[in-house]
């Protein structure tokens, strides 16, 4: 996936009137975190973030373009209204090119198991693992195809593979997927 970009201008005006303000001229009230902890007040499209911001996951790098400047930045968080379908408030960081980052990951599962066809039972055991990676190898999503897995097969935390700069921190004997034969 080719990275996302998102255009910001600093701005000035804080607090309810300014905010207000901008969301009604088409406008996101937003913070950039860097890694120092240095916060910087931004502005951002509302519709050019609502593009991005709804085809990402939580570890998915973004480039932030404020006032000429490039940076990769993150999706921290942001401020949701339920009622009318917006987006009211971001916040993005800013970690530093080297900064390991650790994020605890949902582990997904595609495909139809081979042992499933023939009667056995998709067990899922853990629902997550905890990875340490700088933000260039974070992975979007952790994905286990579950195709050629017959009845017996296991599938543990030591086979997966996400990247030389991907550490996994979770037991690596630990299993997240296995085919249990029918009683």
Do not use: C
């Not at 401020?79 to 530093?96: C, K, M, Q, T």
């Not at 952790?142 to 935390?157: T, Y």
Request: aromatic letters at 6%; charged letters at 25%.
């Amino acid at each position: 996936m080719s990275m996302q970009t998102i255009n910001a201008k600093i701005r000035t005006t804080t607090g309810k009137a300014a905010a207000k303000r901008l969301r009604k001229v088409g406008s996101i009230p937003a913070v950039m975190y860097d890694d120092k902890g240095t916060s910087t007040m931004l502005e951002v499209n509302t519709v050019e973030f609502n593009k991005v911001w709804r085809n990402i996951t939580k570890t998915t790098p973004i480039e932030l373009i404020v006032e000429g400047k490039s940076m990769t930045a993150l999706i921290k968080d942001t401020e949701y209204n339920i009622r009318n379908d917006s987006v009211l408030h971001a916040d993005f960081f800013v970690p530093a090119a080297d900064q390991k980052l650790k994020y605890r990951m949902k582990v997904q599962f595609s495909g139809k198991a081979a042992g499933v066809l023939k009667g056995g039972f998709l067990l899922k055991h853990l629902p997550e693992i905890t990875i340490v990676a700088p933000i260039s190898a974070l992975p979007e999503r952790v994905v286990i195809d579950v195709s050629p897995m017959n009845i017996g097969d296991s599938f543990k935390v030591k086979d997966l593979s996400l990247g030389k700069d991907v550490t996994i921190l979770t037991d690596p004997e630990a299993e997240l997927v296995n085919i249990a034969p029918a009683r």
